[in-house]
């Protein structure tokens, strides 16, 4: 595969997670400055590794939801609670994560991603309700290829 073609499908995948609004907002903000770093992430973080076979997205939303809270990059992490649901994620299995990660990234680190998913799911609920509540259509091509 050629760059061109990892640049198109890793924009295909990112704009299937992050939703176009998100990725518009991205692409309107370009310039000579963060222009090769935006083509790299299209590229290689979702041309290459949210394209790879074994992991469903729903599966690698919950493993980048785990790592943000870990590493506590708040940014990145509400706009990959806002992800989730993109990917099938429900509230219930973000609820048990955040109980999880207390276990092996720290009380503190899973309690600042409660409240920070808290106020996600109040801006999504308000530009639209019920989003964070029904259980989204997870039917992604590529999500089928499980190890």
Same mark, same amino acid.
């Not at 943000?68 to 649901?85: C, K, Q």
């Not at 899973?110 to 808290?118: G, P, V």
């Given at each position: 595969?050629?760059?061109?073609? &990892?640049?198109? =499908?890793?924009?295909?995948? $990112? &704009?299937?997670?992050?939703? /176009?609004?998100?990725?518009? $907002? +991205?692409? +309107?903000? *370009? =310039?000579?400055?963060?222009?090769?770093?935006?083509?790299?992430?299209?590229?290689?973080?979702?041309?290459?590794?949210? +394209?790879?076979? #074994?992991? +469903? *997205?729903? !599966?690698?939303? !919950?493993?980048?939801?785990?790592?943000?809270?870990?590493?506590? &990059?708040?940014?990145?992490? &509400? !706009?990959?609670?806002?992800?989730?649901?993109?990917? #099938? @994620?429900?509230?219930?299995? !973000?609820?048990?994560?955040?109980?999880?990660?207390?276990?092996?990234?720290?009380? %503190?680190?899973?309690?600042?991603?409660?409240? /920070?998913?808290?106020? @996600?799911?109040?801006?999504?609920?308000?530009?639209? %309700?019920?989003?964070?509540?029904?259980?989204?259509? @997870?039917?992604? @091509?590529?999500?089928?290829?499980?190890?």
């Amino acid at each position: 595969m050629n760059d061109q073609e &990892r640049y198109d =499908n890793g924009m295909q995948v $990112r &704009r299937g997670v992050l939703g /176009d609004a998100h990725v518009d $907002r +991205t692409l +309107t903000r *370009r =310039n000579d400055f963060n222009e090769d770093f935006q083509d790299f992430i299209t590229r290689f973080a979702w041309g290459d590794i949210w +394209t790879r076979p #074994g992991l +469903t *997205r729903h !599966m690698r939303s !919950m493993i980048t939801l785990s790592l943000l809270i870990a590493l506590n &990059r708040g940014d990145e992490f &509400r !706009m990959h609670v806002r992800a989730a649901f993109n990917n #099938g @994620v429900t509230r219930e299995e !973000m609820k048990e994560l955040f109980m999880h990660a207390a276990l092996y990234a720290g009380l %503190p680190a899973a309690n600042q991603a409660i409240h /920070d998913a808290e106020k @996600v799911f109040a801006e999504m609920e308000a530009a639209e %309700p019920g989003s964070t509540t029904r259980v989204p259509d @997870v039917g992604h @091509v590529g999500d089928e290829k499980t190890a």
